[in-house]
């Protein structure tokens, strides 16, 4: 009997490494500030505060800052939200 991360790292077309990028959200007129806690080419998990304005389903621009220094500025999707933070799908492929 598997566990539920071990069928959620089934799911997910690429494995994710560690990584802590600042990261906005924009969320109609407010901006959300956090951090990146993993990464992979199109997906991250984000730590902002207030998680509970991100809505499932609902896509917002993101601004993150890279390893390098490079920043990047793109739509996301949200997939899940919960207590851990928000996973977000990427619609460009991220420098991992």
């Known amino acids: 009997m598997g566990s539920a991360r071990q069928a959620t790292e089934e799911r997910r077309r690429h494995p994710r490494v560690p990584a802590a990028w600042p990261v906005r959200v924009q969320v109609d007129e407010e901006t959300l500030v956090g951090r990146t806690v993993d990464v992979s080419p199109y997906g991250l998990l984000v730590v902002t505060a207030p998680t509970a304005t991100l809505k499932v389903g609902h896509s917002y ?3 993150l800052v890279a390893d390098k220094g490079n920043t990047l500025v793109a739509l ?6 919960s207590g851990k933070g928000a996973g977000l799908k990427m619609t460009v492929r991220l420098p991992v």
């Open 76 to 81: 996301a999707e949200v997939r899940h939200v």
């Open 61 to 63: 621009w993101v601004e």
